[in-house]
Each structure stands twice: as structure tokens, then as C-alpha cells.
């Protein structure tokens, strides 16, 4: 697909953010006042939404647990959103988040990991173990499956998502039933054609990449470490996985990579492209009709789950 069969809610949509200025160019304070995240209208039928504080091992940060219902020992799904560990928090993947659990049945655990510059790499990958193992003590206490725990993401959720699933089974880590990755960002660095193509007019910029990069590595950050880019880690024996990527999206190829990575190495694999979109067009359902799709797609892919 060129740009001239784009479909005509792509186009408006990337139309109507050209209006504003770059979040590049924005100091993070600005940008995270920025909300790109929740255009979901849908009408949510949630059991209960709670909040819980750990004590981690950068100091506090916040695990909000969205329950479809009270039944209990349902499977969790701990999820880590997006915004390039610069920008976003927990309360703007309120609607996503919702209709995961609306659309899967399992208790979703959103990690409100903290960002950079002021907590630079590790923290998040520290925060997202952390609370992953915790999810897996306090099982009883948050009536759910320590047996069936998922762990998804979108764009550097996913590539959290992904390490998490790497780590399985050591350091307390536990078992990791799926790994689902939503346009993840896998790898900071390599060169990657959709990278080129795509890096700029797309909704998510190489510009802004760069810009969270910049915020969030020191300089000396060995970018090919298996911690910050997963597509170099240890992927033999890790849960199987369901990857989605756009068509349109800078990151499209890396998602892509590393699923064909997986695949060679005997691990079950789902995938799906979506012609036509951009980058977090699943987060923005009320412009993107085929956003609905992925929760569809997710749900299936857990349903043996159930």
C-alpha cells in the first residue's frame, strides 16, 4: 500500500496533528501535558478499578488493577503503556486498559513505571520486573492466577513487555503464559527500513524517538544491551507470543523482526499487520474503526485462557 490508498481516516487524522507543533519539540513538562492516548468512548462495565502503592526499587510507583469481574482466580494481565519512557502515565491508558479487561476477561495490572529524564534506563525495566513478580506474590490477595499471567505493551511497553517475558523464571520472575506486543519498539539500535520510510509525517517521528532516547539513556548506554532492546536477548524457551504492528509505523519492522526471530526459534507466534494505520491507532478507536480489531485479536488469543 502507497500513501495515495492511505485510507481517508489516516489521512485526516495525520492532517489534523500537523496543525500542532512536534512533540519534539516540546520540554517533557509540556509534553506530558499533552493526551494522545484515550480516544475510546466505549461504555465500560468494569467490576472495580484499584489502586495499589509498591515500594520499589527506585522508591514508589503505582500498579492499578482494572477487574472484569469479581469472580475470583481470573488470569492478569500485567500491561505497561506507552510514550517513550518520557511522556504518559497510567490514567491516560485508562480506556485502553479498560477495554482489554472488558474484552479478554482477565484483570488487567497497569504499571505507572517512572519516567525519564528523571529515572533513566533502568528504571522502568527495574519497575517492570518488580511489578510483574509482585503481581505473582500477592496473587491470593488480588484474586488471580499466579499460573496464567500475561504480559503485554505498547511500543516501549512492548519492548518492557518483552524483557519481562525474556527474564521468566529467574529472579522470582514468573512463568509468563503469553506475551502480547502492541507496535513495540524492540530495538534502539538498529536501521530498519520502515524507520527510514516512516520517519517523519507519520504520527510518531524518528525526531521523537530520538528525543526519548536522548532523555532516556545516558550517554555511555550500550544500546544493543538485551535490556534495553530485547530483539538481542535470550528468546529460546521464552511464552509464546502475539505481535502487532501498522503498516505506517516506523517501528513496524522491528516488531516484525522480532517475531521472526521467535518463530525460528520453535516459539508460537501470532501475528497481524494493520494496512493503513499509524502508530497507537488502537489506543485511538473512536478515529480508527480497525482499532477495535486488536482487542478482538488479543481476546483470541487468550482464550484458551479461560
Keep these: 500500500m502507497t500513501k495515495l490508498t492511505m485510507p481517508a481516516s489516516t489521512k485526516l487524522f495525520l492532517a489534523d496533528i500537523a496543525k500542532f507543533p ?16 484515550n480516544a475510546i468512548s466505549d ?16 522508591g514508589e510507583f503505582k500498579v492499578r488493577l482494572y477487574r472484569p469481574t469479581e469472580e475470583s482466580n481470573l ?25 482489554l479487561a472488558t474484552a479478554t476477561g482477565c484483570v488487567v495490572a497497569s504499571v505507572d513505571y517512572h519516567l525519564a529524564p528523571e529515572y533513566k534506563f533502568p528504571v522502568p525495566v527495574d519497575e517492570a520486573l518488580f511489578a510483574t513478580k509482585w503481581v505473582s506474590e500477592q496473587a491470593s490477595e488480588l484474586r488471580i492466577d499466579p499460573n496464567r499471567i500475561v504480559v503485554a505493551g505498547e511500543s516501549v511497553g512492548g519492548n518492557l513487555a518483552a524483557i519481562v517475558a525474556q527474564h521468566a523464571g529467574l529472579d522470582g520472575v514468573p512463568s509468563i503464559a503469553c506475551q502480547i506486543l502492541i507496535c513495540p519498539l524492540m530495538d534502539w539500535n538498529g536501521i530498519y527500513e520502515s524507520r527510514q520510510t516512516y520517519a517523519s509525517g507519520y504520527f510518531l517521528d524518528q525526531a521523537l524517538l530520538d528525543y526519548c532516547a536522548d532523555h532516556y539513556f545516558e550517554l555511555n548506554t550500550n544500546r544493543a544491551n538485551p535490556l534495553v532492546s530485547p530483539i538481542y536477548g535470550k528468546v529460546d524457551g521464552v511464552a509464546p507470543a502475539l ?24 516459539i508460537k507466534v501470532s501475528s497481524k499487520r494493520y494496512d493503513g494505520m499509524i502508530h497507537l491507532f488502537y489506543a485511538l478507536t473512536d478515529v480508527f474503526e480497525e482499532g477495535h480489531d486488536v482487542y478482538d485479536l488479543i481476546r483470541d488469543e487468550l482464550r484458551e485462557l479461560h
Design 22 to 37: 512536534p512533540l519534539h519539540t516540546m520540554i517533557p513538562e509540556e509534553l506530558r501535558k499533552v493526551v494522545v492516548a
Design 43 to 58: 461504555n465500560f462495565q468494569l467490576a472495580s478499578v484499584k489502586d495499589y502503592n509498591l515500594e520499589g526499587p527506585h
Design 75 to 99: 488470569p492478569v494481565l500485567v500491561f505497561f503503556h506507552g510514550g517513550g519512557f518520557v511522556f504518559n502515565r497510567i490514567e491516560h491508558y485508562d480506556p485502553m486498559c479498560s477495554k
Design 243 to 266: 505481535i502487532i504492528t501498522a503498516e505506517f509505523d516506523p517501528l513496524r519492522d522491528e516488531g516484525e523482526a522480532y517475531g521472526k526471530l521467535l518463530s525460528d526459534q520453535g
